[in-house]
């Protein structure tokens, strides 16, 4: 019985930590994406670049709190 709940707990780490990896890029990448769509070229439209902008600003910070979510999250659980 004991064994088997060290191969359970081991399971719901490597998931966990998984997860985690996954929300961590995803985070990483919503950050670059939202650098991207800032990039908005001088001759376009106030109203494209102002949607843009906003849109990229958006997309880092949702990043932004996804990584350092996890990142907090992972410190205070290791305490």
């Known amino acids: ?5 060290g191969e359970l707990a081991q399971a719901r780490y490597r998931t966990r930590s998984k997860y985690r990896k996954v929300l961590t890029v995803g985070g990483l ?15 376009s439209s106030l109203q494209w670049a102002l949607f843009r902008v906003m849109a990229g600003l958006g997309c880092i910070v949702v990043g932004c709190g996804m990584v350092l979510l996890l990142m907090v999250s992972q410190r205070v659980q290791a305490d």
């Open 29 to 43: 990448l919503l950050i670059a994406a939202g650098y991207l769509l800032m990039c908005v070229s001088p001759d």
């Open 1 to 5: 019985m004991n064994s088997q709940f």
